[in-house]
């Protein structure tokens, strides 16, 4: 009897952790209670970087896709909104730079495009994805 608990447990806390992935690129409607407004405005300039507020929702990134010219500094600030499992991290597909996202703390992330196309970015589990397009 003792092994078929386990089993229930086991598999309960497995599929609870996958509940939260969605491939999907809708965030919710506004920061989760109690959160601090963003760091920066979106598409806010320091210099000659440009910083953009990504929110990392129970649906995806937001925004999940961001344009940018050739050449142009981007300073990508994730904000987890999410306790999903899936928000946790954020993984840079071109170069596999990862960094771990605390729920409701900004973390940046920078990124130069050299060329046209896209550079794309993902959660750890690569269910929630974005890109910069660049053109």
Do not use: H, Y
Request: with cysteine; hydrophobic share 40%; glycine share 12%.
């Amino acid at each position: 009897m003792k092994r078929a608990w386990v089993f229930v447990l086991a598999f309960g806390v497995l599929g609870a952790g996958a509940v939260g992935c969605k491939k999907s690129k809708k965030a919710p409607a506004g920061p989760a209670p109690g959160a601090s407004a963003p760091a920066t405005p979106k598409g806010a300039t320091s210099g000659d970087t440009r910083r953009v507020d990504v929110t990392v929702g129970d649906t995806g990134f937001e925004p999940a896709s961001i344009p940018a010219k050739v050449g142009e500094k981007l300073t990508l600030v994730f904000t987890r909104r999410t306790t999903s499992p899936c928000g946790g991290e954020v993984v840079l597909k071109s170069t596999g730079e990862k960094k771990e996202l605390p729920l409701n703390e900004p973390v940046e992330l920078a990124v130069v495009v050299d060329k046209a196309g896209s550079v794309d970015f993902a959660c750890g589990m690569d269910m929630m994805q974005g890109s910069v397009v660049v053109q």
